[in-house]
């Protein structure tokens, strides 16, 4: 009988660095098992330097980043199985984000007096530190003073979004002087205008971005490049420029009907709610969307109608509702799965799997309602955006306002007074050298959404900081390049907490749905207790942790994979593997040249269900299986 091969990987250098999926997910490489292993150990404050360390927006984070992180968390991967060692279903990933949240909470800006408190308190007691000073000497003091230059030259930035803060931060660092250009009131780009306070406080905002200012960055709010100032005038005055004006403009759909009174694009509603301004809004309300923009939009609208109707007591004509319209099937929305469940919990009456066709409008031009058809398919077989319509089914819904929710675009207007070089690559979309983020114009360089397209608030900062280390070369004349460090660590004696392997996730406290609309800013996510959240960090696997087997002392007892609680590892003769170049090559570097593949044994593991309870390393008779601990950091040094 022929058996079939055993296709194996065998490690390489960066094999088990790789493993420690949370930290290689995330953008700007935060190491979120060092913080959530810290938070287990009841170590809050090294939790909250490691989460803070490469992040300008940590406590932003916490709070809403689409974290990239958990997605990749291989608790989220490991198989259930029962005790015949049937699966079950697969765990759910540690939620990495709601811990940081709650280390943010303990140590971060937000829980100090606002500055003019401070301020006000340094006039009686001097000297009072703390706040955001404090923080900002901290993380100087953690700069490579090899790195610094001395008094650097001012570093113009369009855009005080997360992409254009967090180079400066960077650039501040370093020793320039940032000057951020804004054409808003605030700083923050769409954290504060699009993100809604009941997911983002604006306190934790303000907080955060004055840590920035500490630094010494200058925000110069209210100035819109191409307006109030050129760009051709900054190109003069400024040795470089970084553009990070991300992507304001609402999409449209280019319907029959769309131009018009009451026909809005979704992040303008939310830029004016988030300014205090007003929209002239309806009471039924259609937004047109399936992602998380559009949750947003459609949460906003119930909240706002419901604040209006507490406000003026009265009882407005017609029943309010809010009715959010997806081409994609339920199954297939791209927004986040809680945004759906507390969207229905709150009212959102969701119709799936419906394109628009034409928005009605009556004699006077007044909205009317939304026809829609039938959408039978959204994406092709090979995931592309293909929509199939059956134009036989259709539906109207009758409605007075429209609120599209479908992708936003950059305004890239502003370059023609001085950006004629700025070659773009289709209108409002400047071309980009990937690794330097650098324009066709010398001395002008891109991040943010404008950079890459829109992405989520943690690709922004990665994009930001980028673009710092290429100005801080282009101004300098001197290469960064990244260093990494890498430590490896037997861990004798390594134990986990009891019974951590059977903790279900731990979900963050949330308010009830119906207290949810009291108020506008009435935050829905409301964060861990301490022994919550040490509870869900108990759950991670420690992946920076893996048991490293030394061939020359096994004995073949099988007593590991005997005694491994999730059948993760199997002992197979040689033969058993298919023989590919890989495998060859180590088993000559362990062997040597091998007459009788059959007669000599591997150990394969299954890194998806290995969970490092070292229950293996305790088990083996003969010491030949070690618990050991790989970690490592990436800092950027003159190559
Ligand atoms: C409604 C909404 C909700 C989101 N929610 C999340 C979330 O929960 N989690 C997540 O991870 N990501 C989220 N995102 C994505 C995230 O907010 C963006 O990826 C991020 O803000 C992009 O950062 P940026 O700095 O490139 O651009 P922006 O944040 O858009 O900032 C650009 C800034 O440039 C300014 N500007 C533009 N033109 C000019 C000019 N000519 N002169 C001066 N200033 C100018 C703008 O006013 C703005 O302040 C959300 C996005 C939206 C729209």
């Known amino acids: 009988m022929i058996s079939a091969q055993l296709r194996v990987a065998v490690p390489e250098e960066n094999y088990h660095r790789d493993l420690i999926s949370c930290q290689v997910a995330c953008p700007v490489h935060t190491d979120a098992r060092g913080y959530v292993r810290a938070i287990a150990a009841g170590r809050f404050e090294e939790a909250y330097l490691i ?4 992040n300008p927006f940590a406590s932003i984070c916490g709070r809403v980043c689409g974290a990239p992180c958990e997605a990749a968390c291989r608790r989220g991967k490991v198989p259930r199985v029962d005790d015949d060692g049937n699966f079950v279903a697969t765990d759910r990933s540690v939620a990495i984000r709601a811990l940081k949240r709650f280390v943010c909470e303990q140590f971060g800006p937000e829980i100090r007096p606002p500055e003019h408190v401070l301020d006000a308190l340094r006039n009686f007691v001097p000297p009072v530190a703390g706040g955001a000073d404090e923080l900002a000497a901290l993380l100087r003091s953690g700069v490579d003073a090899g790195l610094r230059v001395e008094n650097g030259p001012a570093v113009a930035i369009i855009g005080a979004g997360p992409a254009g803060l967090s180079a400066a931060h960077d650039l501040a660092l370093l020793g320039f002087h940032p000057v951020v250009f804004e054409s808003e009131p605030v700083p923050a780009g769409m954290l504060y205008l699009g993100v809604p306070a009941y ?19 200058e925000i110069r709010c209210g100035i819109t490049v191409g307006r109030e100032v050129s760009l051709a005038r900054l190109r003069r005055d400024f040795p470089a420029v970084i553009l990070a004006t991300g992507a304001k403009a609402s999409r449209g759909l280019g ?21 205090g301004g007003s929209l002239d809004l309806g009471r039924e309300v259609v937004v047109i969307g399936g992602g998380n923009v559009a949750y947003d939009v459609a949460r906003t609208v119930l909240r706002q109608i419901a604040w209006d109707t507490a406000r003026t007591a009265a009882r407005l004509p017609g029943t309010a509702a809010v009715k959010l319209v997806s081409l994609e099937s339920l199954e297939e929305m791209p927004a986040d799965t809680v945004e759906i469940i507390e969207g229905d919990e709150e009212g959102v009456e969701r119709h799936n799997g419906w394109g628009p066709v034409e928005i009605l409008r009556n004699g006077g031009g007044a909205v009317t309602g939304v026809r829609f058809r039938r959408c039978l398919r959204v994406y092709d077989e090979n995931r592309r955006f293909s929509p199939v319509y059956d134009d036989s089914e259709t539906m109207t819904v009758p409605c007075d306002t429209v609120l599209l929710a479908v992708g936003q675009a950059p305004v890239l207007t502003f370059v023609e007074d001085g950006g004629g070089d700025i070659e773009q690559v289709r209108p409002g979309w400047p071309k980009v050298d990937p690794g330097t983020l650098a324009t066709t114009a010398p001395g002008v360089f891109v991040a943010g959404d404008l950079a890459h397209g829109t992405r989520l608030l943690i690709d922004a900062v990665a994009s930001g900081k980028a673009a710092a280390r290429s100005v801080y070369q282009y101004l300098t004349g001197r290469k960064l390049a990244p260093e990494s460090t890498t430590v490896y660590l037997v861990e004798p004696g390594y134990r986990r907490e009891k019974g951590y392997e059977a903790i279900r996730r731990v979900e963050p406290r949330v308010c009830p749905a119906p207290d949810r609309l009291r108020r506008p800013d009435a935050l829905v996510e409301l964060g861990y207790s301490r022994e919550q959240a040490m509870r869900e960090a108990s759950r991670c696997l420690d992946c920076g942790v893996t048991p490293v087997f030394d061939g020359a002392r096994c004995v073949l007892c099988g007593g590991c994979a005997d005694v491994c609680p999730t059948l993760c590892l199997k002992l197979v003769p040689l033969s058993d593997l298919a023989e590919t170049p890989e495998v060859r090559a180590a088993i000559q570097a362990a062997l ?13 593991k299954d890194e998806d269900r290995c969970i490092r309870c070292a229950a293996c390393a305790m088990r083996c008779p003969v010491d030949a299986i070690t618990m050991e601990r790989v970690s490592y950091r990436t800092t950027w040094r003159i190559a």
């Open 51 to 54: 989460a803070r360390g490469p």
């Open 592 to 604: 040597g040249p091998v007459e009788d593949l059959a007669e000599h044994s591997a150990i394969l």
């Open 255 to 275: 319907l029959p009907g769309e131009r018009g009174p009451r026909v809005y694009g979704g992040v303008d509603l939310l830029r004016a709610v988030a300014l």
């Open 199 to 217: 997911r983002l406080p604006r306190e934790v905002i303000r907080r955060e971005v004055e840590v920035i200012q500490a630094l010494g960055v």
